[in-house]
């Protein structure tokens, strides 16, 4: 059974910093690239950041490029989303996911993704 748990969400001032983490169980993990979406009240889901299955392809929403940075370590079958220079805009349910494809390139679309964590609460106060 495959299982996806977040942690690390929270309350933070605006400008602060989080880091998120996800550990994969269950699932050929090193395989698969891995993807964090963010929903906020009233919003659809939306794509933050994915990362190819060995760590080397790495894209960003154009919302958070150069604030956040995915990461992932094989060896413990966990994704980090590390997130400087929170707005508040930023308050959204956070989730992990695995793509559906071995060995594929990371992708934007929720689509792409078959395994999901039950997400985490990161709050960010102006």
């Known amino acids: 059974q495959v299982q996806l748990v977040e942690s690390g969400g929270g309350l933070v001032q605006a400008g602060g910093s989080l880091r998120l983490s996800c550990a994969v169980s269950?699932?050929?993990?090193?395989?698969?690239?891995m993807g964090w979406f963010r929903q906020a009240p009233g919003k659809e889901r939306e794509f933050v950041a994915a990362i190819s299955w060995r760590g080397g392809n790495r894209y960003y929403a154009d919302s958070v490029k150069g604030r956040f940075t995915i990461s992932r370590d094989n060896a413990k079958n966990t994704v980090y989303l590390q997130m400087n220079s929170l707005k508040p805009e930023d308050t959204a349910v956070y989730f992990c996911?695995?793509?559906?494809?071995?060995?594929?390139?990371?992708?934007?679309?929720?689509?792409?993704?078959?395994?999901w964590g039950q997400g985490t609460q990161v709050t960010v106060s102006s």
């Open positions: 269950g699932h050929t993990f090193s395989r698969y690239a």
């Open positions: 996911a695995v793509d559906r494809d071995v060995y594929s390139d990371p992708r934007r679309s929720e689509y792409e993704y078959d395994y």
